[in-house]
């Protein structure tokens, strides 16, 4: 059989950070620059998943040459500028003789290795072939296609029972049968970032599409994910990274079961998450469950507990030096007081989320919030006021939330808009409420999520009584003829 044309990983070149393209970024937040890097490829017809994790791991040296894609991007940005000039290795330092093959055809990027269909098994050589680059998913941020292959093999042949062939593959999570089960001797650090890759990818499909067509697919990375922890790592950085990995993989599951209207499930994956944190000692995993946990019981309709989960996460935080981080955790409380109609508790706790959130981004702040930005804070204020009835505030507040939104988070403008229209309907705006409405029923071709689902069919009932107002007759047909996605089992 022939060999992989995929190189080894070279553990004896460590990692330097990419200084010169911090300093490019400047005051920007990651999310802000990362903002920046998805406009500039839209200017250039280029389309890049570029988010705060992506300019991260560019930053800490682990993407030592960008894609072609992004070289275009970062190049249009930074006119007069080479590669070498915002911090970047040569690409022929990077990729050898793969990558002056590359040069020479600049349209197209590294494809997979096949053999000629004239070659008789394990006769001939394998060959690379090239595609264009508009096959790469658009959603995946592994784009260092070397790493990404090795972490990919690794995971694979090393990977603990019912690890599929395609479980991170490029959407991250398996699509196919599971491959026969193989023990694990020991989990090595490949496994590990194979592991936080695939909340990665999680994350950022969830932002795109909502959690419903998602959820049951991201089950085999995890599972592997406790098989890998099961089998243990001989470095204790590794056995840390795998644990962390693990709980914040789980947290992404059960935002996904979550957000899909399956409570329950969502509860038991934030208890393994917790559960996971406390026995590591991870802090910082700790206050993600805890943040997760008050949002569920918040929906779930047990206020108290989310107070309480909400204060939780605060206490174990707060040494963690993360203002954003204690912003939203501030917000999560809010939530919880304003189901139990405390409306003095809501706004103290608004005015701390607000006051903490002004103090701006820190390099403390976790990786998992690069969600949370003005338009997320407006969301959850706008969640508040409805919850106390309060419709005309709640309704300004949504639709900033709206308004703010990057256009990526596909899923949060379709929420943030579907609160608009509820609290435009309640608050006695029935046309306006139509037409926020249908702008919703638009994204749903995109999105599939529970939450919004029932956002909408709430709406509707609401303007039935309304169906001679201008507009509400189109939406309330429209509505229902919009097939449901995927329910809750």
């Not at 093999?153 to 049968?177: C, I, Q």
């Amino acid at each position: 059989m022939a060999s992989s044309t995929v190189p080894p990983p070279r553990p004896d070149r460590p990692q330097r950070p990419n200084l010169a393209f911090r300093r490019l970024r400047g005051h920007r937040s990651p999310a802000e620059f990362a903002a920046l890097v998805r406009r500039a490829a839209r200017d250039i017809g280029e389309r890049v998943s570029c988010d705060a994790r992506y300019i991260g791991r560019v930053e800490a040296g682990e993407i030592r040459c960008p894609n072609y894609a992004y070289e275009r991007v970062f190049l249009h940005m930074f006119p007069g500028r080479t590669l070498t000039d915002l911090g970047f290795a040569p690409r022929s330092s990077v990729r050898g003789r793969g990558a002056r093959m590359e040069e020479e055809a600049p349209l197209t990027y590294p494809g997979r290795t096949t053999r000629s269909p004239a070659d008789a098994p394990g006769a001939g050589e394998t060959r690379r072939t090239y595609e264009p680059y508009d096959t790469q998913d658009p959603y995946d941020t592994h784009h260092d296609h070397e790493e990404s292959d090795v972490l990919r093999r690794a995971f694979m042949t090393g990977g603990g029972a019912t690890v599929a062939a395609a479980s991170l593959g490029p959407l991250g999570f398996a699509l196919e049968a599971p491959a026969p089960e193989r023990p694990v001797r020991r989990a090595s650090s490949s496994h590990a970032g194979a592991l936080e890759e695939a909340v990665r990818r999680i994350r950022l499909l969830d932002d795109r599409h909502g959690a419903d067509g998602l959820y049951r697919r991201a089950a085999t990375p995890l599972r592997a994910a406790y098989a890998l922890l099961d089998a243990g790592a001989t470095r204790q950085a590794t056995v840390d990274r795998l644990h962390s990995g693990a709980g914040e993989l789980a947290i992404s599951v059960g935002w996904l079961a979550h957000d899909s209207g399956r409570f329950d499930d969502a509860r038991s994956h934030y208890a393994e998450a917790l559960a996971t944190a406390r026995m590591t000692g991870d802090h910082a995993l700790e206050a993600h469950a805890f943040c997760n946990t008050a949002f569920l019981a918040r929906d779930a309709g047990r206020p108290r507990e989310a107070v309480r989960a909400a204060q939780a996460a605060q206490r174990v935080a707060r040494p963690l030096g993360s203002p954003r981080l204690m912003s939203l955790l501030a917000l999560r409380e809010a939530g919880g007081w304003a189901g139990l109609a405390d409306r003095t508790g809501c706004e103290q706790a608004l005015a701390r989320a607000q006051a903490l959130y002004a103090r701006g981004d820190t390099d403390a702040d976790p990786e998992w919030m690069s969600f949370y930005g003005e338009a997320e804070l407006e969301g959850l204020e706008a969640q508040c006021w409805s919850t106390l009835g309060d419709w005309p505030r709640a309704a300004r507040h949504a639709r900033r939330a709206a308004d703010l939104q990057d256009p990526h988070f596909t899923r949060n403008i379709a929420l943030y808009t579907a609160e608009l229209a509820d609290d435009l309907a309640r608050g006695g705006r029935p046309d306006e409420a139509a037409a926020a409405g249908l702008r919703v029923l638009n994204l749903l071709s995109q999105v599939q999520s529970s939450r919004i689902q029932t956002m909408l069919a709430g709406t509707a009932r609401v303007l039935l009584p309304h169906r001679r107002a201008s507009g509400v007759s189109d939406f309330l047909e429209k509505h229902a003829s919009t097939p449901r996605g995927v329910t809750p089992a």
